[in-house]
């Protein structure tokens, strides 16, 4: 390999000293940070378990409405915390909020756990969404500006890896309370119902998550912006591993991205004319799709859902752990290549991808018809090729979601805002996340009582738009510093 006339060996010409390097550093604080991303996808997932029990214990078999609302009261949680988490984390420092944001999950664990009455639960798991939404906003940030910019990509997809850790690992632990106590609603240790202690050991990764924070380094770039230049240049030295002056070279840019004389608000999101700035319409537009093509609702919805096209229940739940397993894999995929392939072409290939996936599910679903069991019941079913049609689809469009709009949205949230104004903008891009997360969960099961051939065909149309407002509006920031993006 050759260099540029007057530059070290491996340097990027333009700038002192040598090109960053990959720093065991870097890795390791970023799988710190991840752990946020952990706690996101076990709360958000673990109260899936204790449904059932929780309806048995408040009375809400008749309450359908109530009941919903504690199951999706987190999502609503979790777009307030998103919302204030930029702007705290810009007064107060990304690792003091990250502890928050651990306390937050550890104490509604415990109390939720401990609750008496379905309205105690629900402020609870209120506060339970808080701290999802805070980690949401936090980990991609800090990563994107913890790490150097050649394997930005990677490192932020391990926000999304951890997420869907946490799901896995929620469910897991569900099935293993409740298998041991022969059900969610029995009684399994000190007197209290399996169902309680679902959401009581939420406080072990709490902790863990709490004190591996206390760990870690604060931004780089939050350190300039409070003017603490050399602390940021021992922290920059650290992750990067390149030499003295280009560590000196970095402080001084990313001082000059960040210089202006107010200090950062949510008022900065707004534009020279009414309305937002563009970049902050793109960060809300790619969080609103990627929920709006419905991909939660196989997560949370999945094993009601292949039971009510005729799997049974042990088929059900092995089709959504096979989901599970392979939502997984394809992040880990994407790990792997968001680096090379580039972010555009990755968020393209999956809408595409989605869009056929999702039609062929619509097309499936379209094919079901009803049949008497033998309690004489009518349940529908899919006749013929078609249940195992469906199933494929539906893995499909996991792997499709996985490993493109899953994670890249995540680390694409993380790099398109100017330093000045990415914690602030990716707030309200987490926010509307949430929302468009609550509105999907919310309103699946009435298109699906309307119709799911009717459900799965519009999130294809989504899906269908995601494609045309990517190749329109996102530009690609693989490979490049924070310090280039304007807003």
Same mark, same amino acid.
């Given at each position: 390999?050759?260099?540029?006339?007057? #530059?070290?060996?491996? #340097?990027?010409?333009?700038?002192?000293?040598?090109?960053?390097?990959?720093?065991?550093?870097?890795?390791? =604080?970023?799988?710190? /940070?991840?752990?946020?991303?952990?706690?996101?996808?076990?709360?958000?997932?673990?109260?899936?378990?204790?449904?059932?029990?929780?309806?048995?214990?408040?009375?809400?078999?008749?309450?359908? @409405?109530?009941?919903?609302?504690?199951?999706?009261?987190?999502?609503?949680?979790?777009?307030?915390?998103?919302?204030?988490?930029?702007?705290?984390?810009?007064?107060?420092?990304?690792?003091?909020?990250?502890?928050? /944001?651990?306390?937050?999950?550890?104490?509604?664990?415990?109390?939720?756990?401990?609750?008496?009455?379905?309205?105690?639960?629900?402020?609870?798991?209120?506060?339970? +969404?808080?701290?999802?939404?805070?980690?949401?906003?936090?980990?991609?940030?800090?990563?994107?500006?913890?790490?150097?910019?050649?394997?930005?990509?990677?490192?932020?997809?391990?926000?999304?890896?951890? =997420?869907?850790?946490? =799901?896995?690992?929620?469910? @897991?632990?569900?099935?293993?309370?409740?298998?041991?106590?022969?059900?969610?609603?029995?009684? @399994?240790?000190?007197?209290?119902?399996?169902?309680?202690?679902?959401?009581?050991?939420?406080?072990?990764?709490?902790?863990?998550?709490?004190?591996?924070? @206390?760990?870690?380094?604060? $931004?780089?770039?939050?350190?300039?912006?409070?003017?603490?230049?050399?602390?940021?240049?021992?922290?920059?030295?650290?992750?990067?591993?390149?030499?003295?002056?280009?560590?000196?070279?970095?402080?001084?840019?990313?001082?000059?991205?960040?210089?202006?004389?107010?200090?950062?608000?949510?008022?900065?999101?707004?534009?020279? /004319?009414?309305?937002?700035?563009? =970049?902050?319409?793109?960060?809300?537009?790619?969080?609103?799709?990627?929920?709006?093509?419905?991909?939660?609702?196989?997560?949370?919805? #999945?094993?009601?859902?292949?039971?009510?096209?005729?799997?049974?229940?042990?088929?059900?739940?092995?089709?959504?752990?096979?989901?599970?397993?392979?939502?997984?894999?394809?992040?880990?995929?994407?790990?792997?290549?968001?680096?090379?392939?580039?972010?555009?072409?990755?968020?393209?290939?999956?809408?595409?991808?989605?869009?056929?996936?999702?039609?062929?599910?619509?097309?499936?679903?379209? &094919?079901?018809?009803?049949?008497? +069991?033998?309690?004489?019941?009518?349940?529908? #079913?899919?006749?013929?090729? !078609? +249940?195992?049609?469906?199933?494929?689809?539906?893995?499909?469009?996991?792997?499709?979601?996985?490993?493109?709009?899953?994670?890249?949205?995540?680390?694409?949230?993380?790099?398109?805002?100017?330093? !000045?104004?990415?914690?602030?903008?990716?707030?309200?891009?987490?926010?509307?996340?949430?929302?468009?997360?609550?509105?999907?969960?919310? $309103?699946?099961?009435?298109?699906?009582?309307?119709?799911?051939?009717?459900?799965?065909?519009?999130?294809?149309?989504?899906?269908?738009?995601?494609?045309?407002?990517?190749?329109?509006?996102? &530009?690609?920031?693989?490979?490049?510093?924070?310090?280039?993006?304007?807003?």
């Amino acid at each position: 390999m050759t260099s540029e006339p007057g #530059s070290t060996p491996g #340097s990027t010409p333009g700038q002192p000293g040598s090109r960053e390097k990959t720093t065991a550093q870097a890795i390791l =604080i970023s799988i710190v /940070a991840a752990v946020g991303g952990f706690l996101f996808g076990f709360d958000s997932s673990v109260i899936n378990g204790a449904v059932k029990a929780i309806n048995s214990q408040f009375g809400l078999e008749n309450s359908p @409405l109530l009941s919903g609302f504690a199951v999706a009261v987190a999502l609503l949680g979790s777009a307030v915390g998103a919302w204030f988490a930029g702007p705290a984390a810009d007064r107060y420092g990304r690792v003091r909020v990250m502890l928050i /944001a651990a306390v937050a999950f550890a104490v509604s664990s415990v109390l939720s756990g401990l609750a008496f009455a379905v309205w105690d639960l629900i402020l609870w798991r209120f506060i339970a +969404g808080i701290g999802i939404g805070i980690a949401s906003v936090i980990a991609p940030a800090y990563i994107a500006e913890i790490a150097p910019a050649r394997i930005r990509g990677s490192l932020a997809s391990l926000q999304q890896m951890a =997420i869907v850790l946490g =799901i896995f690992v929620a469910l @897991l632990s569900d099935a293993l309370l409740q298998y041991s106590a022969g059900g969610a609603a029995n009684e @399994l240790f000190l007197g209290a119902e399996a169902w309680r202690w679902m959401f009581i050991v939420g406080v072990i990764p709490s902790v863990i998550y709490g004190l591996l924070a @206390l760990r870690i380094p604060e $931004s780089p770039r939050y350190l300039v912006a409070k003017g603490r230049l050399d602390e940021a240049g021992v922290v920059l030295g650290r992750v990067l591993g390149t030499s003295a002056d280009a560590v000196q070279h970095k402080v001084q840019e990313i001082a000059e991205s960040l210089r202006r004389e107010d200090k950062p608000s949510l008022r900065d999101l707004r534009g020279h /004319a009414a309305g937002l700035r563009p =970049i902050v319409w793109v960060g809300i537009l790619l969080s609103v799709f990627q929920q709006f093509v419905g991909i939660n609702v196989i997560f949370y919805y #999945s094993t009601t859902l292949w039971q009510a096209v005729g799997f049974s229940e042990n088929d059900s739940f092995i089709a959504s752990v096979i989901n599970a397993l392979i939502n997984v894999v394809s992040t880990i995929v994407a790990i792997i290549i968001v680096d090379r392939v580039g972010r555009k072409p990755m968020l393209l290939g999956g809408s595409a991808g989605m869009v056929v996936t999702l039609a062929v599910m619509a097309v499936a679903f379209s &094919q079901s018809v009803l049949t008497v +069991g033998a309690d004489g019941k009518e349940s529908p #079913s899919l006749p013929g090729v !078609w +249940g195992p049609v469906a199933l494929v689809a539906a893995n499909l469009y996991v792997v499709s979601f996985a490993v493109t709009w899953g994670p890249v949205v995540w680390v694409l949230l993380g790099e398109i805002f100017p330093n !000045w104004l990415r914690a602030a903008a990716l707030a309200v891009a987490a926010a509307a996340q949430w929302i468009a997360n609550f509105i999907v969960t919310v $309103s699946f099961q009435a298109l699906a009582d309307l119709s799911l051939t009717f459900a799965y065909g519009l999130y294809a149309l989504m899906a269908l738009l995601s494609f045309f407002f990517v190749m329109r509006f996102v &530009q690609e920031t693989k490979g490049k510093e924070l310090e280039e993006m304007v807003g």
